[in-house]
C-alpha cells in the first residue's frame, strides 16, 4: 500500500495586502504638534507685541491701584487683588466639598450608584459659563444683596461663590481618577489591620492620591482664573477698590470689584486700539494672567505626574485613639455622603430653574422661529449660528488634535513628550478672552476679515484641540505592549503601525475628547464677542468669509442678561439659556456613552 503525499504548490504573496507606504503620517502627526505650539506662541506673540508697541510701566502694573487711561495712569494692582480674592474664595468653599465628594464616590458607593452621581459630575462641569453667570445674576447677586445690605449685589463674594461651582465638577473629577488609580492591594493590606473605613482613607489611600488631588485643586484654580464672563456678570466691574485693612478686606468682598479677566472681556480692549500705552497696558495684563493661569496648570499636571500611586509606596500612618472609633467613622461617612450629595442637588436644582424658568424652550416654535426686535420671537437663527461654529471647529480641530494626540502617546521621546504635554495643557487653561483678543486682532483687524463666523471657529479651535490631543495620548499609552510587538514583528514600518493599529485602536477615546471640547466650546462666549458674532441683523447662514457675521446662542444669552430688569428680555435669556444646556447636554451624553462603551475595550483585529 502506498501512501500518496499531498502537497500544496507554492502561492506568491498578495504584494497588495501588505500595508502601502504612508509618508502622510508623518507630515500630518508633526503638522498637529506643530498646530498645537503655534497656538500657543499665537497668544503670546500677540500679547508680546501690543506690550512693544507702547511703553508699559511694569513697576507700576503691577503695584498702583488705579486705572485711569484718561489720564495716562494704568494700574493693575486691584484688578491682581480682585482676580486673587475670587479665585481664593472659590477654593475654599469648593475643595472641602470637592474632595469630601470624591472620597464617597471612590470610597463608599458601589459602582452602580457612583457612576451615576459622576455622570451628575459631568453635567455639571458641561454646563456653559454663561448660564453659571445667569444663574448668579438671578440667584446668587439677590442672596449677597439680602444678606450684606448692599443695592444690586455685585461683588467679589458673588463672583467667588459662581466660580466655586463651577471649579468644583473639575475638583471631583480629577480626584475621582486619582483615588481609583490606588491599588486595591493596599485597601485590603490595611482592612487586614483591623482599621476603620475612615481610617483606611487617611493612612493608606490619602497618602498615595493626595498629590493628585493636590494637582486637581490647581487645575480648578487654573479654570478659575481664566473664567471671564461668568465674572463679569456678577462681580461688578468696579475698577481702583483696594482695601487698606482688614476690616477694609471684609468689607470689599460684600462690594463689586474688578479682576484680571473681566477688564479684558469689557469694552476697553476694543476702544484702546491696536497701539499706544493703554492697549499695551492691557496685553501686560494678558501676559500676567496667561502667566498665572501657566504656572498653575504646569505646577499641578507636574505634582501629578510625580504623585502617581502607581509609582509610590504605602505607608500605613494610623495616628488616632481607639475611643469611639466606630461613631467617628460613622459621622466622618455621613459627612462625606452629604458632601457628595450637594453636586446632585445642585445640578437638580439648575435644572429646576432652567425648566421652570426656561420653559419656553420646549415649545417648538421657539426653535423654529427667528428673533424679533429686543427680546421678541425664538432663537432659530442662534441654533444654527451655534451649530455652524462647532461645526466648522470639528473639522478644524480634528486632524490637528488627533495627530498631536499620536506624536505625544508614541512616537515623541520622553522629554519631548512631556514638553509637548506642558505646551497642549497651558493651552487649555489659557483664558479664552486672551484667544478672542488675539483673534480680533489678527483675523478681524489685520486680515481685515472683521466679523466672520470663520474666525470665530478658528478662535475656538485652540479650546478643542488640548481636549482631542489630551485623551488620543493617553489611548496611545494604553495599547498593550504585545500589540506593538506583533505589529512590528510583521515588519510593518512606524508609519504603517500608527495608520493600520494605532489609529483604529485610539478614534473612539477621540471621538469622545472631540465631543466633549465642542461641549465645552459651544457655550464659549468670551471669543465669539470679539470676532464672530453681533445681537442681531445677521443672516442664519452666512453667504461669504469677509464682513459674514453669525447670530449665537451664548452671546446672545449675553447681550440679554445685562438687560436684568425688562421681564421680556430675562425670560428670552432663560429659554436660550436652556437650548443652550440642552445642545451640550446631547454632546456631553454622547461622550460619556461613547467612553462607557469602548472603557477598556482592546482593538483586536
Known amino acids: 500500500m502506498t501512501t500518496k503525499t499531498l502537497t500544496r504548490p507554492p502561492v506568491a504573496p498578495e504584494t497588495g495586502s501588505r500595508p502601502r507606504p504612508s509618508k502622510w503620517i508623518w507630515a500630518w502627526v508633526y503638522g498637529g504638534a506643530l498646530a498645537v505650539a503655534a497656538l500657543i506662541l499665537t497668544v503670546v506673540g500677540y500679547l508680546t507685541a501690543g506690550v512693544t508697541g507702547g511703553h508699559v510701566d511694569w513697576l507700576d502694573l503691577l503695584s498702583e491701584a488705579s486705572w485711569s487711561p484718561a489720564n495716562s495712569v494704568y494700574g493693575g494692582l486691584a484688578m491682581i487683588y480682585g482676580t486673587a480674592v475670587v479665585s481664593v474664595l472659590a477654593l475654599v468653599i469648593a475643595v472641602p466639598i470637592s474632595w469630601a465628594a470624591a472620597v464617597a464616590l471612590s470610597e463608599y458607593l458601589p459602582p452602580r450608584l457612583a457612576r451615576p452621581l459622576r455622570m451628575c459630575v459631568e453635567l455639571l462641569a458641561a454646563v456653559p459659563s454663561i448660564v453659571y453667570g445667569l444663574i448668579g445674576i438671578m440667584v446668587v447677586r439677590p442672596v449677597i444683596s439680602h444678606f ?6 455685585d461683588s467679589l463674594a458673588a463672583a467667588g461663590v459662581v466660580l466655586a461651582v463651577m471649579i468644583t465638577p473639575t475638583i471631583v473629577a480629577v480626584s475621582v481618577d486619582a483615588l481609583a488609580a490606588v491599588p486595591d492591594r493596599v485597601r485590603e493590606a490595611a482592612y487586614s489591620l483591623g482599621l476603620t473605613r475612615r481610617e483606611v482613607v487617611r493612612s493608606a489611600v490619602l497618602p498615595l492620591a493626595r498629590p493628585a488631588m493636590r494637582a486637581a485643586v490647581l487645575l480648578g484654580l487654573a479654570r478659575a ?33 474688578q479682576t484680571l479677566t473681566t477688564k479684558l472681556a469689557g469694552p476697553e480692549p476694543v476702544l484702546a486700539g491696536t497701539s499706544g500705552p493703554h492697549f499695551a497696558a492691557l496685553c501686560g495684563l494678558g501676559l500676567i494672567l496667561l502667566a498665572l493661569v501657566a504656572a498653575a496648570t504646569v505646577w499641578g499636571t507636574r505634582g501629578s505626574a ?15 485613639t481607639p475611643r469611639m472609633r466606630v461613631q467617628r467613622d460613622r459621622l466622618v461617612m455621613t459627612l462625606r455622603m452629604g458632601a457628595l450629595l450637594l453636586p446632585s442637588i445642585l445640578l437638580v436644582g439648575m435644572l429646576a430653574l432652567l425648566v421652570t424658568r426656561g420653559n419656553s424652550a420646549f415649545n417648538p416654535s421657539f426653535w423654529f422661529t427667528p428673533a424679533t426686535g429686543a427680546a421678541g420671537g425664538g ?60 483673534g480680533f486682532v ?18 475656538l479651535v485652540p479650546v478643542v484641540v488640548p481636549v482631542i490631543a489630551l485623551t488620543s495620548s493617553a489611548r496611545v499609552r494604553s495599547i498593550p505592549p504585545e500589540l506593538t510587538e506583533s505589529a512590528l514583528s510583521l515588519g510593518l514600518t512606524r508609519a504603517q503601525f500608527i495608520r493600520s493599529v494605532v489609529v483604529p485602536y485610539t478614534w473612539p477615546a477621540t471621538i469622545t475628547g472631540l465631543l466633549l471640547g465642542l461641549a465645552r466650546a459651544a457655550g464659549e462666549t468670551a471669543p465669539l464677542l470679539f470676532t464672530a458674532t453681533v445681537f442681531f441683523g445677521a443672516p442664519a447662514v452666512p453667504s461669504g468669509i469677509v464682513e459674514a457675521p453669525v447670530q449665537a446662542l451664548p452671546t446672545h444669552i449675553f447681550t440679554l442678561s445685562q438687560d436684568s ?35 477598556g475595550e482592546r482593538w483586536t483585529t
Open 306 to 320: 510625580r504623585g502617581s500611586a502607581a509609582s509610590r509606596v504605602p505607608q500605613y500612618r494610623f495616628r488616632g
Open 565 to 599: 430688569g425688562d421681564p421680556q428680555a430675562v425670560t428670552q435669556a432663560w429659554g436660550s439659556a436652556m437650548v443652550l444646556v440642552l445642545i451640550t447636554a446631547v454632546l456631553l451624553s454622547a461622550a460619556v456613552a461613547l467612553r462607557n462603551r469602548f472603557e
Open 148 to 153: 450684606a445690605d448692599v443695592p444690586g449685589g
Open 442 to 459: 489678527i483675523l478681524s483687524t489685520t486680515m481685515g476679515w472683521g466679523r466672520s463666523w470663520l474666525a470665530g471657529a478658528i478662535v
Open 379 to 438: 432663537v432659530s437663527d442662534q441654533i444654527v449660528g451655534t451649530l455652524l461654529l462647532i461645526t466648522t471647529t470639528a473639522i478644524l480641530a480634528l486632524p490637528l488634535g488627533f495627530g498631536a494626540g499620536i506624536l505625544i502617546g508614541i512616537h515623541a521621546s520622553e522629554r519631548t513628550a512631556r514638553v509637548l504635554q506642558t505646551i497642549t495643557v497651558v493651552l487649555g487653561g489659557a483664558p479664552t478672552i486672551l484667544l478672542g483678543l488675539a
Open 225 to 257: 482664573l481664566g473664567e471671564a464672563i461668568a465674572v463679569f456678570l456678577v462681580v461688578g466691574r468696579a475698577d481702583g477698590r483696594l482695601p487698606t485693612s482688614f476690616g477694609g478686606f471684609l468689607d470689599s468682598l460684600a462690594h463689586p470689584g
